[in-house]
């Protein structure tokens, strides 16, 4: 089957960096996504790896290893307002099979 | 605003009733999506369109029936629920199936509860 975890819950204090991972057990994929969920909003994209390695998008970057079935968001000078749940998902055909998420608290 | 919409945002129904979830998206996508999330567990899709084509149906029980009457319209038919089948069920749509990053674009959800 095709499984993506991640941690439930991470905490961290305003201005500070945190990693959330990602590991997997799917094959034949073609990339990796995250995406974010404010409570009670919409699932936003935030980022895609097709290949292996780091991928930047300001404050945020994103890393892919397959051979390692591992990726992980990096979220630097964290602010209140990136209080939210992010998922990890990689893409099949037609679909997108998503993690199990992980909620992020950052406190003042 | 993310050029889904959804409606009803909220819907309470019991496990007689017969309802409908309204999606409609105004970004040209040719691909749309239904999705099931329930508390502490992953998204879990339920229905893929292409071109209005069904291209995928995620096991789902018939009690769910989708319909999508063009590209930009997507319907999600409920009849005889459960209460386990309580969630927020969310719409999304992309550009195309099966390219890229897939990027999806979601809706804000309909909140279902069945009593």
């Known amino acids: 089957g095709q499984s993506l975890e991640q941690p439930s819950e991470v905490t961290a204090v305003e201005g500070a960096i945190v990693q959330i991972n990602c590991t997997y057990q799917t094959s034949g994929f073609y990339g990796l996504s995250w995406y974010q969920q404010h409570d009670g909003g919409a699932p936003t994209f935030l980022s895609y790896n097709a290949l292996d390695g780091l991928e930047e998008t300001g404050r945020f970057s994103s890393f892919l290893s397959r051979s390692d079935s591992y990726g992980y968001l990096l979220l630097q000078e964290l602010q209140m307002k990136d209080s939210a749940s992010y998922f990890c998902a990689v893409r099949l055909d037609d679909k997108l099979i998503f993690g199990t998420g992980t909620r992020l608290q950052v406190f003042p | 605003e993310t050029g889904v919409t959804q409606t009803p945002r909220h819907l309470v129904m019991g496990m007689t009733n017969k309802k409908s979830l309204k999606c409609e998206q105004h970004?040209?996508?040719?691909?749309m999506y239904w999705y099931k999330q329930s508390a502490k567990k992953p998204l879990e899709l339920m229905f893929v369109?292409?071109?209005?084509?069904?291209?995928e149906n995620n096991s789902v029980p018939s009690r769910f029936s989708p319909e999508c009457p063009n590209s930009s319209h997507l319907f999600l038919h409920l009849h005889t629920l459960q209460p386990e089948d309580s969630a927020l069920y969310l719409c999304a749509s992309s550009q195309e199936v099966g390219t890229g990053s897939n990027e999806q674009f979601f809706g804000p959800g309909t909140r279902l509860t069945v009593l």
């Open positions: 970004l040209g996508h040719n691909a």
């Open positions: 369109y292409s071109l209005e084509e069904r291209v």
